[in-house]
């Protein structure tokens, strides 16, 4: 494939030409991945009782699901960027199928391992190469389409739960194979979306193939500097939501003795407020600047976090609120904001930058695994009320957006 393709996706096509209906496809694929990849976590503690697990075995089966995505991601992206494929999509969620149906009818748990590991590198292809599909069917409002996409897997990560809660807890850990139905039905749908990009963007005449990707707007130091700082960003918003993805359900049951059905009921809330708050970053961003968007998500949940291991029931669902819908905005505009940083760059940017939240996210819930079995669960949202406040490095990130917005 020649370079002028693989720049193709940074160019900026007139805002009336953004394909909603391509966004709708790839935001309800996000949605139906992201469900099932949630299951696994909310049925942490039916796999904790049939297999007699510890927090560490529990973190490492998140770790392990994550170390595949965020390993494989960048070298996905790296390798689009140059190689198209316009089918992968498929091809990925149809690992996430194989994956669903072992964990359903794993005997013991290093198969639960190998399944995590499955739908880990089902979402090594899926996420790269959806980023890219959106900012190709933005019309030139990446932030929009970045919060489209992202707002379906936010969406489906909410849902996992009260699927969990209605369906698997009630029948079992077999029950899990039902949702296999939902993975095939996000690879027929994935198939048309394959079949789109290839008829629109690679199967079409090349155009301006001799055109050199645009240079960066920064110099090259600034560029490593603030890839650093994004870094540093995304460690804190990632460590603090595996305290929440993985242990929250475990925090509830074992401080306010709520039963699982009604601290999955609890997590929902949580996800809910993500989903939602989704959906509010990329536009603004959009609007108003992406580092200012970065500022605000990560520094200004500071205040709830630092409370929430403190106060009761109603207060600790309320604060869990508001820092979810808060920091959820954090990643778009992050993404969007270092696809801009390296232009021409967008499948490899966009799988370092989900490999690096998949990687934060399975180390967190290791580490925060064995410092629960060392200190105890509420230790540790004592600890995590911290790292919000590493969002103030935003301060350091260069304005790459001036005379852009709109």
């Given at each position: 494939?020649?370079?002028?393709?693989?720049?193709?996706?940074?160019?900026?096509?007139?805002?009336?030409?953004?394909?909603?209906?391509?966004?709708?496809?790839?935001?309800?694929s996000?949605?139906?991945?992201?469900?099932?990849?949630?299951?696994?976590?909310?049925?942490?503690?039916?796999?904790?009782?049939?297999f007699?697990?510890?927090?560490?075995?529990?973190?490492?089966?998140?770790?392990?699901?994550?170390?595949?995505?965020?390993?494989?991601?960048?070298?996905?992206?790296?390798y689009?960027?140059?190689?198209?494929?316009?089918?992968?999509l498929?091809?990925?969620?149809?690992?996430?199928?194989?994956?669903?149906?072992?964990?359903?009818?794993?005997?013991?748990?290093l198969?639960v391992?190998l399944?995590?590991?499955?739908?880990?590198?089902?979402?090594?292809?899926?996420?790269?190469?959806?980023?890219?599909i959106?900012?190709?069917?933005?019309?030139?409002?990446?932030?929009?389409a970045?919060?489209?996409?992202?707002?379906?897997?936010?969406?489906?990560?909410?849902?996992?739960p009260?699927?969990?809660?209605?369906?698997?807890?009630?029948?079992?850990?077999?029950s899990v194979?039902?949702?296999?139905?939902?993975?095939?039905?996000?690879?027929?749908v994935?198939?048309?979306?394959?079949?789109?990009?290839?008829?629109?963007?690679?199967?079409?005449?090349?155009?301006?193939?001799?055109?050199?990707?645009a240079?960066?707007p920064?110099?090259?130091?600034?560029?490593?500097r603030?890839?650093?700082?994004?870094?540093?960003?995304?460690?804190?918003?990632?460590?603090?939501?595996?305290?929440?993805?993985s242990?929250?359900?475990?925090?509830?049951?074992?401080?306010?003795?709520?039963?699982?059905?009604?601290?999955?009921?609890?997590?929902?809330?949580?996800?809910?407020?993500?989903?939602?708050?989704?959906?509010?970053?990329g536009?603004?961003?959009?609007?108003?600047?992406?580092?200012?968007?970065?500022w605000?998500?990560?520094?200004?949940?500071?205040?709830?976090?630092?409370?929430?291991?403190?106060?009761?029931?109603?207060?600790?669902?309320?604060?869990?609120?508001?820092?979810g819908?808060?920091?959820?905005?954090?990643?778009?505009?992050?993404?969007?904001?270092?696809?801009?940083?390296?232009p021409?760059?967008?499948?490899?940017?966009?799988?370092?930058?989900?490999?690096?939240?998949?990687?934060?996210?399975?180390?967190?819930?290791?580490?925060?695994?064995a410092?629960?079995?060392?200190?105890?669960?509420?230790?540790?949202?004592?600890?995590?009320?911290?790292?919000?406040?590493?969002?103030?490095?935003?301060?350091?990130?260069?304005?790459?957006?001036?005379?852009?917005?709109?």
């Amino acid at each position: 494939m020649t370079e002028g393709l693989a720049t193709q996706p940074t160019t900026a096509a007139p805002a009336d030409a953004t394909r909603f209906r391509i966004l709708g496809a790839i935001s309800f694929s996000h949605f139906l991945n992201d469900m099932i990849q949630s299951l696994i976590v909310a049925i942490y503690p039916l796999l904790k009782g049939s297999f007699h697990l510890s927090f560490v075995q529990i973190g490492l089966i998140t770790f392990t699901y994550q170390l595949c995505a965020s390993m494989l991601q960048p070298l996905v992206g790296a390798y689009t960027d140059r190689h198209p494929q316009a089918h992968s999509l498929s091809f990925g969620m149809s690992l996430t199928l194989i994956g669903m149906i072992t964990l359903a009818f794993a005997p013991n748990y290093l198969t639960v391992l190998l399944a995590a590991a499955l739908i880990g590198c089902g979402s090594a292809i899926f996420h790269p190469e959806s980023s890219r599909i959106a900012r190709l069917a933005s019309g030139g409002r990446h932030g929009l389409a970045q919060s489209i996409f992202q707002v379906g897997g936010n969406t489906g990560s909410a849902t996992g739960p009260l699927l969990a809660a209605w369906i698997i807890l009630p029948h079992g850990r077999s029950s899990v194979a039902w949702f296999a139905a939902a993975a095939l039905l996000a690879v027929l749908v994935l198939w048309n979306v394959g079949a789109w990009y290839h008829r629109a963007h690679l199967a079409a005449p090349v155009r301006d193939a001799r055109r050199r990707p645009a240079a960066s707007p920064v110099p090259r130091a600034t560029v490593v500097r603030t890839l650093a700082i994004l870094m540093v960003l995304l460690f804190s918003k990632y460590f603090y939501l595996a305290s929440i993805g993985s242990y929250y359900v475990f925090y509830l049951m074992a401080k306010f003795r709520l039963s699982m059905a009604h601290a999955q009921i609890c997590l929902f809330v949580f996800l809910f407020a993500v989903a939602l708050g989704t959906m509010f970053g990329g536009p603004i961003g959009d609007r108003i600047g992406r580092k200012r968007v970065i500022w605000a998500s990560i520094l200004g949940i500071a205040p709830f976090t630092l409370v929430l291991p403190y106060v009761g029931l109603g207060w600790t669902i309320a604060l869990s609120f508001l820092v979810g819908l808060i920091l959820a905005s954090a990643f778009s505009a992050i993404l969007v904001y270092a696809q801009e940083l390296l232009p021409g760059k967008v499948g490899t940017v966009s799988g370092l930058f989900f490999g690096l939240a998949f990687g934060f996210g399975g180390i967190g819930a290791a580490v925060l695994g064995a410092l629960a079995d060392w200190r105890g669960i509420e230790f540790v949202y004592r600890v995590c009320a911290f790292l919000p406040l590493l969002g103030a490095t935003a301060a350091f990130l260069p304005d790459i957006e001036r005379g852009r917005r709109v």
